[in-house]
């Protein structure tokens, strides 16, 4: 209910090509509206600002006064780079966490080979640090201060990013250290400065001040 339009996308990967298929659907009554995108992986910020153009006009051409919502995070124009960090992505969407699960272990060695394949991809250093936080935890203070050189990375590579103060905000939320989870706080708070429509973060700071003491607060979080 109250949902307008669903986008929905396909695609395919061949050799250093990406063929990409986005079916745009509104009310029941109308045909899908479809468009295809094929180009080298190089050309990466290329055609994804040539897909969010289309979006915007098909969804609504008013929104293109405020293109820089939908820009999102700048990509690598190395194809062994953005092969890497997307093998790494669906290992990390498969990932439960600990030292003994293998899709965590995948997860970071191509994330490493995507960050070493390209140093200024922001993204990926910041799934990085996603994924050793995930491995390790917060208990390991060495393993905790990789993590935020991670996050850190990502931040000054792409100051507009919204994973890394996100990340961040995760890591910090384990602690029960009173100073760590006001840190927390202020992360995703960072966080929600940066992209005001990052549910994920309203999601996770939503617990963390129910957590706190604060069910007013988190009430308020949640209902945004």
């Known amino acids: 209910q109250g949902v307008e339009k669903i986008i929905s996308c396909t695609g395919n990967l061949s050799d250093n090509n990406i063929t990409l298929t986005l079916t745009v659907r509104g009310e029941a009554h109308q045909p899908p509206l479809n468009r295809e995108f094929t180009d080298a992986v190089g050309n990466l910020k290329t055609w994804q600002s040539d897909l969010v153009a289309w979006l915007i006009e098909v969804i609504d051409p008013k929104l293109a006064e405020s293109?820089?919502?939908?820009?999102?995070?700048?990509?690598?124009?190395?194809?062994?780079?953005?092969?890497?960090?997307?093998?790494?992505?669906?290992?990390?969407?498969?990932?439960?966490?600990?030292?003994?699960?293998?899709?965590?272990?995948?997860?970071?060695?191509?994330?490493?080979?995507?960050?070493?394949?390209?140093?200024?991809?922001?993204?990926?250093?910041?799934?990085?640090?996603?994924?050793?936080?995930?491995?390790?935890?917060?208990?390991?203070?060495?393993?905790?201060?990789?993590?935020?050189?991670?996050?850190?990375?990502?931040?000054?590579?792409?100051?507009?990013?919204?994973?890394?103060?996100?990340?961040?905000?995760?890591?910090?939320?384990?602690?029960?250290?009173?100073?760590?989870?006001?840190?927390?706080?202020?992360?995703?708070?960072?966080?929600?400065?940066?992209?005001?429509?990052h549910a994920p973060s309203y999601s996770q700071l939503g617990f963390l001040l129910n957590r706190r003491g604060k069910p007013q607060e988190a009430e308020e979080v949640f209902s945004r």
């Open 67 to 197: 293109p820089e919502i939908f820009a999102g995070s700048p990509y690598t124009n190395i194809p062994s780079s953005f092969v890497a960090y997307q093998y790494g992505l669906g290992h990390l969407a498969e990932a439960s966490g600990g030292l003994d699960d293998p899709e965590t272990g995948a997860a970071i060695s191509f994330l490493e080979q995507s960050v070493a394949r390209d140093s200024s991809f922001a993204d990926a250093w910041a799934q990085l640090g996603q994924a050793v936080w995930l491995r390790h935890g917060s208990a390991d203070s060495v393993r905790v201060a990789e993590v935020e050189n991670y996050l850190t990375t990502a931040a000054r590579l792409d100051s507009t990013a919204v994973g890394p103060p996100h990340i961040l905000g995760n890591l910090k939320a384990g602690s029960r250290d009173s100073v760590t989870l006001v840190q927390a706080v202020a992360a995703y708070n960072r966080a929600l400065e940066l992209d005001p429509y």
